[in-house]
């Protein structure tokens, strides 16, 4: 998908600052939404022109709708990545309800409000690519994470009914999951991995529109493929049948 309008939420820094550069890079036009005009400006200094910030706040639907409608001035959005997310590190005894939910404001109705507003878009044409940036948090949930194990965990489970609604109806909407691994940003670790070299996967894969890639889950630049239980393990070893996993170049 060269030549498209791509949307990223939390543009302004990290890995969303670092996908938006590389779409621009492959030829892409970038809508990079966030709530820091001058951070937004920063992220645009590289895109040769092909970056358009967007000003809004995701834990406010209105916002995000007007936003949507400044995108429609630009072009149609063909892709959407579902990046911006907050991680406040709160002990569980100091996170309160108010807290908690202005979490789940971001990193799961930033993700909702998002994708309702380029899915209403998208089924004009019946056609669209959807990457949502998630975490294993909700696995393997570190202390003082509450908030945000939970918001990353529902938004998993967020793509998968999606996944479910959309497939049929409209198979050329592809929707992937995509864990990005450790990364060395803010919200991440210091030795983790440069957002530059995690992009040039993320942007990849939002790339690739495929209708065997929607539900599918990505790690890093290699496919999580889905457990398989025994009879049908015993079912692919009578058939000579070998999954493999795909791999992002």
């Given at each position: 998908m060269t030549d498209e309008l791509a949307v990223v939420t939390g543009a302004g820094g990290g890995l969303g600052r670092a996908l938006s550069r590389e779409l621009a890079a492959r030829?892409?036009?970038v809508a990079g939404i966030g709530r820091d005009d001058k951070a937004l400006a920063e992220t645009g200094t590289s895109c040769e022109g092909r970056f358009h910030p967007i000003i809004a706040d995701l834990a406010e639907p209105d916002q995000v709708a007007r936003a949507f409608a400044a995108i429609d001035q630009i072009g149609p959005v063909s892709i959407l990545i579902n990046n911006a997310a907050v991680y406040p590190r709160r002990d569980i005894l100091d996170e309160t309800p108010e807290s908690f939910a202005a979490t789940m404001a971001v990193n799961l109705g930033g993700?909702?409000?998002?994708t309702h507003e380029a899915l209403a878009r998208m089924v004009r044409t019946g056609r669209g690519r959807i990457v949502n940036v998630a975490s294993m948090a909700d696995i393997?949930?570190?202390p003082g994470s509450a908030a945000y194990s939970v918001s990353k965990g529902a938004a998993r489970i967020y793509t998968r009914?999606?996944?479910a609604d959309m497939q049929d109806r409209f198979p050329d909407i592809v929707i992937s999951d995509w864990l990005p691994g450790m990364l060395a940003t803010r919200m991440g670790v210091r030795d983790g991995l440069a957002p530059e070299d995690a992009a040039r996967w993320g942007a990849r894969l939002a790339m690739w529109q495929d209708r065997s890639l929607n539900g599918t889950v990505w790690?890093?630049?290699?496919e999580l493929l889905p457990p398989r239980g025994l009879q049908g393990r015993i079912k692919d070893r009578i058939m000579g049948r070998k999954r493999i996993a795909r791999v992002l170049d």
């Amino acid at each position: 998908m060269t030549d498209e309008l791509a949307v990223v939420t939390g543009a302004g820094g990290g890995l969303g600052r670092a996908l938006s550069r590389e779409l621009a890079a492959r030829g892409l036009v970038v809508a990079g939404i966030g709530r820091d005009d001058k951070a937004l400006a920063e992220t645009g200094t590289s895109c040769e022109g092909r970056f358009h910030p967007i000003i809004a706040d995701l834990a406010e639907p209105d916002q995000v709708a007007r936003a949507f409608a400044a995108i429609d001035q630009i072009g149609p959005v063909s892709i959407l990545i579902n990046n911006a997310a907050v991680y406040p590190r709160r002990d569980i005894l100091d996170e309160t309800p108010e807290s908690f939910a202005a979490t789940m404001a971001v990193n799961l109705g930033g993700v909702v409000t998002s994708t309702h507003e380029a899915l209403a878009r998208m089924v004009r044409t019946g056609r669209g690519r959807i990457v949502n940036v998630a975490s294993m948090a909700d696995i393997a949930p570190l202390p003082g994470s509450a908030a945000y194990s939970v918001s990353k965990g529902a938004a998993r489970i967020y793509t998968r009914a999606l996944v479910a609604d959309m497939q049929d109806r409209f198979p050329d909407i592809v929707i992937s999951d995509w864990l990005p691994g450790m990364l060395a940003t803010r919200m991440g670790v210091r030795d983790g991995l440069a957002p530059e070299d995690a992009a040039r996967w993320g942007a990849r894969l939002a790339m690739w529109q495929d209708r065997s890639l929607n539900g599918t889950v990505w790690e890093m630049n290699r496919e999580l493929l889905p457990p398989r239980g025994l009879q049908g393990r015993i079912k692919d070893r009578i058939m000579g049948r070998k999954r493999i996993a795909r791999v992002l170049d």
